[in-house]
């Protein structure tokens, strides 16, 4: 919709303040890197980069100094008359990236354009993106289902729920204020708990699994019996069934350098805890909203 | 794949035959026209190349062959225009009954001639009121070139991923200039096979040619089959049949070639593969 492939059912898009829900994608001053790259199969990387500026009939000069300058932000100088087919997704990555990039649009919509990398590479062009972002300067509009590289990769977060906003706010407040269940439950893990009444979660990281005797002072406390233990590496999943109802989830920091220090096991009566101010109320909604639906 | 000794030598025994059963045709009508004798009697008694250019230099041959080249040539570039636009509407667009189309232009091709025939010849001559002509043999050639050209062009535009057009205009061109400078490109080789491909089934026509064309025109297949059994220098026209072999052959290895050549490109750019892609 912002690109203009899609027409909205009702209200305006507006880019800048300028009103461009009626125009034609190649009337928008919008650029897109495609999920597929979309790279022409047929023309090299620098006749990719350069598509853009002809046929906005930029003159030749300054055409070969925007596509060499591109080619230089994305680091691929030396791959300029490479097709695509010999590049690797990395590469061809950066490529559409120039591509759109050069033409200096308002808006840079990036589609899941790290969804095809795998994990490693997509770690390191999402450093790459927030870098060249700030060098461009352009406001980047940033589609993904990766929660993590929501929040890495963002000033401003906006979680869509089968074409709704649910809630637009900075990767923080997203995580620790989030206004619904919905939202909650889609930026990392939640543990939505009924309690008198009121409804309410905790994020596992700020959950703590006592030991006996250990003071509690200060803290919302209840007890529960240990039902799953997962280890991570970096963390420790301990899934919690509690006395009074629910379950929650805790993620324990393998600090020490043995896990074994610690000893509990599936089915131990355990106390758990956390400070009442990491209690994020939320709005209850209706029960069997899936969390399948959630991708929208 | 493994395969065992005994399946490979069937595979191997199943290729020999065909090839054989394929050629060994071909190669009977290269020593019937380097046969001497004013007969056809097998086997020839020696051999010699003096039909070849007698063949070459034969008015009649030489003005079928040009009627030949003219009519694949005229119904090529017909079939090549209609064939790419319609490949466009089915591929590109949806609209009411696009599946029908798709159907229906495909049929031509597995129509028997003989129907295709009269029911042009009936056309032309009985409802239009034309002259059968080596207008009307174009047309009638156009009819089943389209399919081809149609058929190649469809394929190549199915796999094509719309993305390429949705990213060209994105860059902000029209939907001309994408046309031009993106998907033409990009459907040249299977054009060029298809279109290739449509000139060699319309070089060797002859069913449909036959009610189509004009009185005392001819075009190779036609005049071959006419003069074959005439008495007179018989070698003459198995000389002529083998440099059609040889013409015919020529637009087929060109297709296979550009075509073979199309499935590197045609992959393409898409993420496919990136991530077995070094980073660097």
């Known amino acids: 919709m912002i690109a203009g492939f899609?027409?909205?059912?009702?209200?305006?898009?507006?880019?800048?303040?300028?009103?461009?829900?009626?125009?034609a994608p190649y009337d928008r001053e919008v650029n897109t890197v495609f999920q597929d790259y979309a790279l022409f199969p047929h023309m090299s990387v620098a006749e990719n980069i350069a598509y853009g500026l002809e046929v906005a009939k930029v003159p030749k000069g300054e055409r070969r100094e925007r596509v060499s300058g591109a080619l230089e932000m994305v680091r691929l100088s030396d791959h300029d008359d490479r097709?695509?087919?010999?590049?690797?997704?990395?590469?061809?990555?950066?490529?559409?990236?120039?591509r759109a990039i050069v033409n200096r649009p308002r808006v840079l919509l990036l589609d899941e354009p790290l969804g095809a990398l795998d994990l490693k590479l997509r770690e390191q062009m999402q450093v790459e993106l927030k870098q060249i972002q700030s060098e461009v300067d352009i406001t980047f509009v940033y589609v993904t289902h990766d929660q993590d590289e929501a929040l890495t990769m963002s000033d401003r977060v906006a979680v869509f729920n089968k074409g709704k906003i649910e809630q637009v706010s900075l990767p923080r407040d997203l995580y620790e204020h989030p206004v619904n269940e919905f939202v909650a439950d889609f930026v990392g893990i939640s543990n939505a708990l009924d309690r008198d009444g009121k409804r309410f979660t905790i994020r596992p990281e700020k959950?703590?699994?006592?030991?006996?005797?250990?003071?509690?002072?200060?803290?919302d406390t209840e007890s529960g019996r240990i039902s799953e233990i997962a280890y991570v590496?970096?963390?420790?999943?301990?899934s919690v069934a509690l006395d009074s109802g629910g379950a929650i989830q805790?993620?324990?920091?393998?600090?020490?350098?043995?896990?074994?220090?610690?000893?509990e096991a599936i089915n131990d009566q355990v106390v758990v805890g956390w400070r009442p101010d990491h209690v994020v109320p939320i709005q209850s909604q209706i029960p069997n909203e899936s969390s399948e639906e959630k991708s929208s | 794949m493994r395969l065992s000794p005994v399946s490979r030598n069937v595979l191997r025994l199943a290729v020999g035959d065909t090839l054989a059963f394929i050629y060994i045709p071909l190669f009977i009508i290269l020593l019937y026209a380097m046969n001497p004798a004013q007969t056809l009697a097998w086997p020839p008694e020696s051999l010699t190349l003096e039909w070849f250019p007698?063949?070459?230099?034969?008015q009649a041959a030489r003005d079928a062959l040009l009627n030949s080249l003219k009519v694949g040539a005229i119904a090529t570039a017909f079939a090549l225009i209609l064939g790419t636009l319609a490949s466009l509407a089915v591929a590109r667009h949806r609209f009411f009954g696009r599946e029908s189309?798709?159907?229906?232009?495909?049929?031509?091709?597995?129509?028997?001639?003989?129907?295709?025939?009269?029911?042009?010849?009936?056309?032309f001559t009985q409802v239009l009121g034309m002259d059968l002509s080596l207008f009307t043999v174009i047309v009638a050639h156009a009819t089943f070139c389209i399919v081809i050209v149609f058929n190649n062009a469809a394929a190549r535009l199915r796999r094509m991923s719309t993305s390429l057009e949705d990213a060209s205009a994105d860059l902000g061109a029209t939907p001309w200039t994408t046309f031009r400078r993106v998907t033409l490109p990009n459907m040249r080789s299977a054009l060029v096979a298809g279109g290739l491909l449509a000139f060699a089934l319309s070089f060797d026509e002859i069913v449909v040619t036959n009610f189509t064309i004009g009185v005392g025109e001819k075009t190779l297949p036609i005049y071959i089959f006419e003069t074959l059994f005439r008495p007179n220098q018989p070698g003459k026209v198995y000389a002529v049949a083998v440099i059609a072999?040889?013409?015919?052959?020529?637009?087929v290895y060109l297709a296979t070639r550009l075509t073979r050549g199309e499935a590197a490109t045609a992959r393409g750019a898409g993420a496919a593969g990136a991530t077995t892609g070094a980073t660097n």
């Open chain 2, 101 to 123: 189309v798709t159907f229906l232009v495909l049929i031509p091709i597995a129509l028997p001639g003989i129907v295709t025939g009269i029911a042009l010849n009936a056309t």
């Open chain 1, 83 to 98: 097709k695509p087919s010999e590049l690797s997704g990395g590469q061809r990555q950066r490529v559409a990236l120039a």
């Open chain 1, 233 to 238: 590496g970096m963390v420790t999943r301990i």
């Open chain 1, 6 to 23: 899609e027409e909205p059912d009702s209200g305006r898009v507006e880019i800048a303040g300028l009103d461009v829900s009626g125009l």
């Open chain 2, 245 to 251: 072999i040889l013409l015919s052959m020529i637009p």
């Open chain 1, 207 to 219: 959950i703590r699994l006592f030991e006996s005797g250990e003071s509690t002072e200060g803290l």
């Open chain 2, 54 to 58: 007698k063949a070459i230099q034969d």
């Open chain 1, 250 to 263: 805790l993620a324990r920091q393998n600090i020490e350098a043995e896990s074994s220090s610690h000893n």
